[in-house]
Nanobody, 114 residues
Framework: QVQLVESGGGLVQPGGSLRLSCAASGRIFSIQSMAWYRQAPGKQRELVAVITVGGITNYGDSVKGRFTISRDNARNTVTLQMNSLKPEDTAVYYC????????WGQGTQVTVSS
């Protein structure tokens, strides 16, 4: 069973930066694309960024040029560097595989507000 633990969220002013981290257990990490998702209040969960095992990345249109996803296959970790944050980036952020495993971590709250 895969376990996912997200961290690094917090309160930041518009234009600020945050770095999210995800620790994943299980050998399956090394053969799966990994992704960050987010869910804002009253909205459906959306895919933010994806990275393949080989390091190829893809981003949602709303975060292109501002967010960077990376992974360390040896440590089973995925990170999301978020720059130039906007209030509309406020959400709970989750990591999971792409496509996602059935179970999700508890996520980490990101709030962008002045």
């Amino acid at each position: 069973q895969v376990q996912l633990v997200e961290s690094g969220g917090g309160l930041v002013q518009p234009g600020g930066s945050l770095r999210l981290s995800c620790a994943a257990s299980g050998r399956i990490f090394s053969i799966q694309s990994m992704a960050w998702y987010r869910q804002a209040p009253g909205k459906q969960r959306e895919l933010v960024a994806v990275i393949t095992v080989g390091g190829i990345t893809n981003y949602g249109d709303s975060v292109k040029g501002r967010f960077t996803i990376s992974r360390d296959n040896a440590r089973n970790t995925v990170t999301l560097q978020m720059n130039s944050l906007k209030p509309e980036d406020t959400a709970v952020y989750y990591c999971n595989s792409e496509p996602p495993f059935p179970s999700w971590g508890q996520g980490t709250q990101v709030t962008v507000s002045s």
